[in-house]
């Protein structure tokens, strides 16, 4: 299931052509962060899945019927289709129309299907119409009551509109209902999230902390670790020798391991944009904006106040505002 999630992402951007320019940022500039699009086994991140078409979404229903009429296409890419078409339809206000996509989805997809609506409604819904993917969400949830991946993907919601006490609640749900060590840390990553956009940076850090658990490469601790680094200089806590001490002699010379170089003491800020605009992974990943917000945090370790704001107002131009580089940038401008 896991490769599969990750299937989600190339599967749907073959139909959404016509997908927002916000949404292809967005999905830039978390491609570095595995745990965005590990959803099942712990991206979190989560995941984000491909944006709302523009316009009035007629186009992108009927592409969608067409796609869904094909009886070549596989269970899980039926799913896939059938989840977006139920956002659409809800878009739409044919709340029925989306209700039976999504048994449908139930139907041909029994095991995962709510986690592949979870791993595709948060990119949805960061076209802009958050109220018809929490909708969509709400009805997946009545089908599948207290669903820890359904819950994760509300709270990916709220967070995108600033709501992050409201996420802190569904993610603490989530994390009483995790049924798997990956449900457990991917609920403790976006609580992490949550608590860092709020100023809680003691309990982000335990949450980016405890995320890292039975994750199975160093690959896949990368974001955790970068996002820990972050809520531990806010609390004041020893980010630096944390951040040696669990990196190790791992290589970082893959993105976003630049980044951990520099903030480990071993690189240059200007060596960083360097590799941010150089690195074929870093341009895939639109570097330059998590480079920008932790060059940032660095600044704001060393005490230095101004550097800190100008390299956070860049992550704010660079990072998509979906982005959850973007919301710490800003609500670290809001405290500086």
Not at 75 to 96: C, M, T, V
Not at 316 to 329: G, I, K, M, Y
Request: glycine share 8%; net charge positive.
């Amino acid at each position: 299931m896991r490769r599969q999630i990750v299937h989600v992402f190339g599967v749907s951007a073959a139909i959404l052509a016509l997908s927002g320019e916000a949404s292809a940022q967005r999905n830039a500039a978390e491609s570095w962060d595995p745990t965005a699009r590990d959803f099942s086994s712990g991206r979190s991140a989560a995941p984000s899945g491909p944006a709302a078409p523009g316009g009035s979404g007629g186009a992108s229903l009927e592409s969608l019927n067409k796609i869904l009429s094909a009886s070549q296409l596989s269970a899980f890419d039926r799913s896939i289709y059938l989840s977006i078409r139920a956002f659409q339809l809800a878009r739409l206000g044919r709340e029925a129309d989306s209700q039976k996509d999504i048994a449908e989805m139930g139907r041909v997809l029994p095991g995962d299907w709510q986690v592949v609506l979870s791993s595709t409604m948060p990119g949805l819904a960061g076209g802009g119409d958050r109220a018809a993917a929490l909708r969509t969400l709400d009805n997946a949830l009545q089908r599948k009551p207290g669903d820890p991946s359904l819950t994760i993907a509300q709270a990916q919601v709220y967070m995108q509109i600033a709501d992050f006490q409201r996420a802190i609640g569904l993610l603490d749900a989530a994390l009483a209902s995790a049924q798997s060590p990956g449900e457990r840390r991917s609920a403790l990553f976006y609580r992490g999230h949550a608590n860092f956009n709020l100023g809680n940076y003691a309990q982000a850090a335990d949450d980016f902390d405890a995320s890292l658990a039975g994750r199975p490469n160093f690959k896949s601790k990368q974001a955790p670790l970068l996002w820990r680094y972050a809520a531990q200089v806010r609390a004041r806590r020893d980010a630096r020798t944390a951040l040696v001490r669990d990196v190790g002699a791992e290589s970082l010379n893959e993105w976003p391991g630049p980044i951990l170089r520099f903030l480990m003491g071993k690189g240059t800020a200007g060596e960083l944009e360097v590799a941010a605009e150089s690195d074929d992974g870093a341009k895939r990943a639109n570097g330059k904006c998590p480079a920008a917000f932790f060059i940032g945090m660095d600044a704001v370790r060393r005490g230095d106040k101004q550097r800190a704001r100008e390299q956070f107002q860049l992550a704010q131009a660079r990072c998509p505002t979906v982005s959850e580089l973007n919301w710490a940038a800003s609500s670290e401008l809001k405290r500086l």
